[in-house]
């Protein structure tokens, strides 16, 4: 395939994908400033693999996997953390349900460790399956159960405190 061919698979791939990557590192992070940093990121690591992983056909799931490991190597980074104000945003999230209950699971979401959050991502924001969880993240099936039946336990807990 010729470079020109290449970069034009990686374009159409990254516009058709960006808004699904966008709203996944939302769900990671919980700020849409730094859930585009975080797709922005993916995309550029994306663009350096994509003659090797556009030939493999898992281009999906290796770009959530980047992300995955952006907003982990983000999250541990000190220096960038950011304290939480009571300013709306200057867009509005997607309203699939109220901003009340997405704003309380997006709170709630944060409150996971790392890998329990994106565990719980996957399997029920994404709809991935155990086996393509374990895959993306580089992990076990059974760690993969584990740790999302601890997520939600967690979300659960904090869910039903915050409602009473």
């Not at 470079?3 to 808004?19: G, I, L, M, N, P």
């Not at 980074?77 to 509005?92: G, W």
């Not at 994106?118 to 740790?147: D, M």
């Amino acid at each position: 395939m010729k470079r020109a061919e290449r970069e034009a698979a990686y374009v159409e791939f990254a516009t058709s994908r960006r808004d699904q990557l966008r709203r996944i590192a939302y769900g990671m992070c919980g700020d849409w400033h730094r859930a585009d940093d975080l797709v922005q990121t993916a995309l550029v690591k994306l663009y350096v693999a994509w003659p090797r992983v556009a030939h493999g056909g898992a281009q999906d799931a290796y770009v959530r996997k980047i992300l995955l490991n952006a907003a982990i190597d983000a999250s541990r980074r000190p220096a960038s953390r950011e304290t939480p104000t009571d300013q709306l945003p200057e867009t509005p999230a997607p309203a699939d349900t109220s901003t009340e209950d997405r704003a309380s699971l997006v709170a709630a979401m944060q409150l996971l460790p790392a890998q329990q959050r994106a565990t719980v991502l996957l399997r029920h924001w994404l709809g991935l399956s155990v086996v393509e969880t374990a895959a993306a993240l580089g992990i076990a099936e059974g760690t993969v159960k584990s740790h999302t039946s601890r997520g939600l336990a967690a979300l659960r807990e904090v869910l039903t405190a915050a409602d009473a």
